[in-house]
């Protein structure tokens, strides 16, 4: 997102069509993360917002991880 300054990440392993599954997990400047301590088989679903000067956007398409 052009002019952000930081995004915000959540993620749920629930159902990741109901928007109170997800929990903000991280707040970074940066366009990566790494997450610790996750279930091993499970899958995990990622949304992010990115907060600009003028606000937040809407929220990303989902995404889904398995962990290793």
């Known amino acids: 997102m052009k002019n952000r300054r ?3 990440v959540f993620m749920t392993a629930g159902d990741p069509a109901q928007l ?3 929990e903000m ?3 970074t400047a940066r ?3 790494t997450i610790e301590h996750l ?3 499970t899958t995990y679903t990622f ?4 907060q600009g000067v003028l606000g937040d956007s809407p929220m ?3 995404t889904f991880a398995r962990a290793a």
Do not use: F, M, P
């Open 6 to 8: 930081i995004y915000k």
């Open 20 to 22: 109170e599954n997800y």
């Open 25 to 27: 997990i991280k707040v």
């Open 31 to 33: 366009n990566y993360i």
């Open 39 to 41: 279930t091993s088989g």
């Open 47 to 50: 949304r992010v917002v990115a």
């Open 60 to 62: 990303s398409d989902i």
